[in-house]
C-alpha cells in the first residue's frame, strides 16, 4: 500500500480535534472507502513553521514514502517571517523528499495570510507557493483553507483552527489532489 505523509502545522494536526478528525485520518478514511488501502502519516506539529519542516523532514521520510503532502507557512506568515525563507525552506523540503526517494510525489498546499499582515506582504505570502510549485514541479493546491478560512462556523472559537465540520471540507479541498499524485506513482 502507498505510504502518504502529511507534513504540516497545527491545521494538519487536527488542534483541538480528536486525531480521527483531523484532514488526513479523514482522507484515509476516504481512500478506504474507495477501496485504496494506504498508510497514512499525520506529521503536522502545532506551531511548526517552514525550517521546522525542514529539520524535520529527514526522520518522516525515513521510511520508503509515496507521497508527501507538505502544508507548512501559516505561522511563518503569521510571525511576519520573510518570504524568501519560506521559499527556500519548502524547495529545500522538497529536493530533500526527491534524493531520499526519486519517485514520490510531491503535493504542495498554499496558504494565505489576513489583509492585517498588510497588503504586500500578504501578496508575496501568496505568490510563494505558486512559484515554488512551478520551479520544482509539484502538484499545487492553490488554498489549503479554500472555503473555510474567515468562516466562523467552520472555525473553532479562535478563528484559526479548522472545527470537524472546517476540517471535513479541508479533506473535501485535498482529496483530488491526493487522487492525481495516487494516479502518477
Do not use: C
Request: a negative charge; charged letters at 20%.
Amino acid at each position: 500500500p502507498p505510504r502518504i505523509v502529511f507534513l504540516g502545522d497545527s491545521l494538519t494536526a487536527g488542534f483541538g480535534l480528536p486525531p480521527e478528525e483531523a484532514y488526513p485520518a479523514l482522507l484515509e478514511d476516504q481512500l478506504a472507502a474507495s477501496g485504496i488501502d494506504a498508510t497514512v502519516v499525520n506529521a503536522g506539529v502545532s506551531g511548526d513553521t517552514s525550517a521546522g519542516g525542514l529539520r524535520r523532514i529527514g526522520w518522516i521520510l525515513g521510511p520508503p514514502t509515496d507521497i508527501l503532502l507538505i502544508a507548512l507557512g501559516g505561522n511563518d506568515g503569521l510571525r511576519g517571517l520573510p518570504t524568501e525563507a519560506l521559499a527556500r525552506n519548502l524547495t529545500a523540503m522538497i529536493e530533500s523528499a526527491r534524493a531520499r526517494h526519486p519517485d514520490i510525489k510531491i503535493i504542495l498546499a498554499g496558504m494565505q495570510m489576513p489583509a492585517s499582515m498588510g497588503e504586500t506582504y500578504q501578496r508575496e505570502f501568496a505568490a510563494v507557493y505558486p512559484h515554488v510549485a512551478e520551479k520544482t514541479d509539484v502538484i499545487l493546491i492553490p488554498f489549503l483553507l479554500e472555503g473555510v478560512a474567515g468562516e466562523p462556523h467552520l472555525n473553532q472559537p479562535d478563528a484559526i483552527h479548522p472545527n470537524a465540520e472546517g476540517q471535513t471540507l479541508i479533506a473535501k479541498t485535498v482529496m483530488p489532489y491526493l487522487m492525481q499524485a495516487l494516479e502518477g506513482r
